[in-house]
């Protein structure tokens, strides 16, 4: 299908391009940026006068819910909930029932996800059998399958002897690790460790268990090589000691959520389980180090960490309840309240969704490498085409998303996302 999008002011903070532009797109590619050839005749025109159109969406943290929820359609509602947020890749953890651990389970989701032509699906394999951390799984054959990385999700990881040798073999081959920082033993409360913790009676997490678990990361990689992705980071510092693993050279990158990064513990109130988010929201220095961490490159990416809780898992005692938020299509209005909080540039807001977490994909992309996150001639026309002046209230009932719940529920959202394009295919429209 060839398609024009017409006048509106083009950003492709790749290449700090930023000027009102037509986008010409044919066979599923943009072909021409800034005049469409003189014999393109388009099929469908999209007037985007006063509308941003920006690459697609890059989101390095997306559950789906499946494997093990093809009753439910639940690939199906969130693919719609990412495309609705303007987000045309994701990468999903392999925390499933059943785990993704096994390549013909991974080429599933794949072949079920590209049949749907919503948002590209990029897969993590687990990094040990059923995310036990005992044995390690068979990374080949699961990247041959498709998977992007290899991670233990939200399983942590205490033997440090498997973690070596996870790391040694990663390395010989390659792959690259995603792991939360987050000690086996001091990760196990609720909320983090503090004043409004103790007040309330929940069982804390110390920043102890973060800069513990990111210690032992670093140690294990210097001897190593292996490239590793720090997901989640929650505390100043953790950012502390990330901008002193690159400033040493070290293979790191590292994502933020937008709870962490737009939220503090504060926001708990009372009993809120809504809150009760992994990793937990920490105090108010912790929230400002990790938006100045995002604006000056120490954090690589901003991730919705989009994790759909079911009713029934979030209508019990705070403690109890299940952890996680509803967040894909908030994506793009989280980067632009954090870089109307920071005075950043619009452009910069839109890097940390779109070309950085695609640079944390890299190598892993193969073909697709040269184009995600960004919007050039010849490249694949993954588009976000936005209004930034058209605010909206959330009401999490309204979503796409099966998961219903969200910290931000009630909150006046900057922009509207009014078309997405995946490969060239309007997935989207509002």
Avoid at 179 to 205: E, F, I, K, M, N
């Amino acid at each position: 299908m060839k398609l024009l999008i017409q006048g509106g002011r083009v950003i492709n903070p790749a290449t700090q391009f930023d000027a009102v532009a037509d986008v010409a797109v044919a066979a599923g590619r943009i072909v021409a940026i800034g005049q469409a050839p003189a014999d393109f005749d388009p099929q469908r025109v999209i007037d985007a006068r006063g509308l941003v159109v920006a690459p697609g969406l890059v989101d390095l943290s997306v559950r789906l819910g499946e494997p093990g929820n093809e009753h439910a359609r639940m690939l199906e509602s969130e693919l719609a909930a990412s495309v609705a947020g303007g987000v045309t890749s994701v990468v999903c953890p392999p925390d499933t029932d059943p785990v993704l651990d096994e390549p013909g389970l991974v080429e599933m989701l794949k072949s079920r996800a590209e049949k749907m032509h919503q948002s590209r699906v990029f897969p993590l394999g687990a990094l040990t059998r059923q995310l036990q951390g005992d044995t390690l799984t068979e990374m080949g054959a699961l990247t041959q399958a498709g998977c992007v990385g290899f991670t233990q999700a939200e399983v942590t990881l205490a033997n440090t002897q498997v973690l070596r040798r996870a790391f040694q073999y990663a390395s010989t081959f390659g792959y690259s690790v995603w792991l939360r920082p987050v000690d086996h033993y001091l990760g196990q409360g609720v909320a983090a460790s503090g004043a409004l913790a103790t007040r309330l009676g929940l069982s804390g997490v110390p920043v102890a268990a973060e800069t513990i678990a990111l210690f032992t990361m670093f140690e294990t990689l210097k001897s190593t090589g292996t490239r590793v992705h720090i997901c989640r980071l929650s505390s100043a510092a953790g950012v502390a000691m990330v901008r002193q693993a690159k400033a040493e050279g070290l293979p790191v990158t590292c994502d933020v959520s937008i709870n962490s990064l737009l939220l503090t513990d504060t926001d708990v109130g009372y009993f809120d389980s809504r809150m009760r988010v992994n990793p937990p929201l920490r105090q108010q220095a912790d929230r400002e180090a990790l938006q100045q961490g995002l604006a000056d490159g120490t954090i690589d990416a901003l991730v919705s960490d989009h994790t759909p809780v079911k009713d029934d898992a979030k209508a019990l005692p705070f403690a109890q309840s299940e952890p996680g938020a509803t967040g894909v299509e908030l994506l793009l209005g989280m980067a632009l309240k954090w870089a109307d909080q920071r005075q950043l540039p619009l452009s910069r807001a839109l890097q940390v969704i779109t070309q950085a977490p695609a640079a944390v994909l890299g190598a892993s992309l193969g073909t697709l490498a040269s184009s995600l996150g960004q919007l050039h001639v010849g490249g694949v026309a993954d588009v976000c085409v936005f209004d930034p002046a058209q605010s909206w209230q959330l009401q999490a009932s309204q979503l796409h998303s099966q998961g219903h719940h969200t910290p931000f529920d009630g909150h006046v959202m900057p922009a509207q996302v009014r078309y997405t394009l995946v490969g060239g295919h309007l997935a989207y429209q509002a």
